[in-house]
């Protein structure tokens, strides 16, 4: 009998231990230990799977494994991964990627790839749409709920995992991913910050009263995290709104009752694509918040020929002079032949003066609740559309929050950790439309 070599005998080894979920995650990336609560993780197996966890928890890394898991053991079969944007379903396949680039057993296996990389048919593809392939015929797609859900829409899937699922809308869940179960009883797995009372919400509080296993939660804080610096911990919780601590680091759903932007205004105004830059014979307005101690200067550049509204370019800076503040503006007022609507209070006035074409806003108490009511308005209205992955925007919305001082609401964060300037570029964007046109003609983008 022909002896087998010691590396034959490794990569042998290395094949009948996937499968355990546990070991499996640390043979893909040489983990040497893996946390309880990880290790719970990754046994959770329901038919649909609720994933509550605070950031730097390490729900990425774990469930990325589990979906590659999934694939390399169940031939014949295609895994999606998905969400509300393409860059953040993406996360999930760079972790796969990254992690077969390397060999973490150099010492067993004279390689510098992974020993995994035997069961890929081909290299990872990136475009147009990442997707990895394996020799058991099995594929694991990446695409985003975008569109209503047009991507992923009809597909035949037999493990799905829906990455910031809190974002994304009861409508597609329930029509597009809820349906794929239907002919494949596909698993599903939701993961989330919390965000909002909608769907994600409910089956959170579902899969805890649920006794047949069909539904299944899991819930982990930064805490949770063997592996995380405590006093950093400790450190970051100093510096931010408590309230923003419950929800992104503890994992909870919070009550979002003064949320200037509540989930049920920002759902229908979220959509994943790039700004389009200047488009001849487009119209254009141009908010600009100017920065003041430690906050940034802001340029958002609104398309405003249809509705809904789509941003065109977003500049965000700081320290710098006003002077170079000045030479941006006048380069994209010109570059889109847009007037630039200034926050002109306090050191605001004497920039928006040097701007050639600006009209200036100075914000009191009363003139910025104006301009932020004019710009929920209209997102009520769906008038306008915002790119989801703007993580700088959407995360100032999702924390702008109202003060009731006496008989005036303050709007605003009450950290340093937290700023509002993009907001503030937009509802002057948004408050300029009102004196660029008195009529619009509305068309549906999406």
Request: include cysteine.
């Amino acid at each position: 009998m022909k002896k087998l070599s010691k590396e034959k005998v490794v990569l042998n080894q290395i094949a009948k231990m996937m499968d355990d979920e546990v070991t499996f995650a640390m043979l893909l990336y040489g983990f040497k230990k893996i946390g309880k609560k990880h290790i719970e993780l990754l046994n959770l197996d329901g038919e649909i799977n609720v994933v509550v966890a605070g950031r730097r928890f390490g729900k990425t890394t774990y469930l990325a494994s589990k979906v590659f898991r999934y694939a390399l053991t169940h031939p014949k079969t295609t895994s999606l991964i998905t969400a509300p944007s393409i860059d953040q379903a993406k996360i999930y396949f760079d972790l796969i990627v990254t992690a077969l680039e390397t060999n973490p057993f150099p010492q067993l296996i004279n390689s510098d790839k992974h020993p995994f990389n035997m069961f890929l048919a081909e290299p990872p593809k990136v475009a147009p749409f990442p997707e990895i392939k394996l020799k058991n015929g099995s594929r694991i797609i990446v695409r985003s709920t975008a569109f209503k859900g047009k991507f992923i829409r009809g597909r035949k899937t037999n493990f799905i995992l829906l990455t910031e699922a809190a974002f994304v809308d009861d409508e597609i869940f329930n029509s597009v991913i809820l349906p794929m179960r239907l002919d494949t009883n596909a698993k599903i797995y939701l993961e989330s910050t919390p965000y909002g009372r909608n769907y994600f919400f409910n089956l959170y509080q579902d899969a805890q009263s649920d006794t047949t296993g069909y539904y299944k939660y899991f819930h982990a804080t930064v805490y949770d995290n063997p592996f995380l610096n405590r006093e950093e911990i400790e450190k970051q919780k100093a510096k931010i709104p408590d309230y923003i601590w419950r929800q992104e680091y503890m994992g909870e759903f919070i009550d979002d009752s003064t949320a200037v932007f509540p989930w049920r205004v920002l759902k229908n105004v979220l959509e994943d694509y790039e700004p389009s830059g200047y488009r001849h014979n487009h119209e254009y307005v141009i908010g600009l918040d100017i920065a003041q101690v430690n906050d940034y200067n802001v340029f958002i550049v609104l398309d405003i020929t249809n509705r809904p509204y789509t941003i065109a370019e977003i500049v965000r800076f700081n320290n710098t002079t006003y002077e170079y503040v000045v030479d941006v503006a006048n380069k994209l007022s010109a570059k889109y032949n847009a007037t630039v609507y200034v926050d002109a209070t306090t050191v605001g006035r004497p920039v928006a003066e040097k701007i050639k074409d600006a009209e200036p806003i100075t914000l009191t108490s009363k003139s910025k609740i104006d301009i932020i009511d004019n710009l929920v308005l209209t997102m009520e209205r769906k008038d306008i559309i915002l790119p989801y992955k703007d993580d700088v925007l959407i995360t100032e919305l999702k924390y702008y929050r109202k003060e009731q001082l006496a008989h005036t609401i303050k709007m605003g964060s009450e950290s340093k950790e937290v700023h509002d300037d993009t907001i503030i570029a937009l509802a002057l964007a948004c408050w300029g439309v009102r004196g660029e046109r008195a009529f619009s003609f509305s068309v549906d983008l999406f």
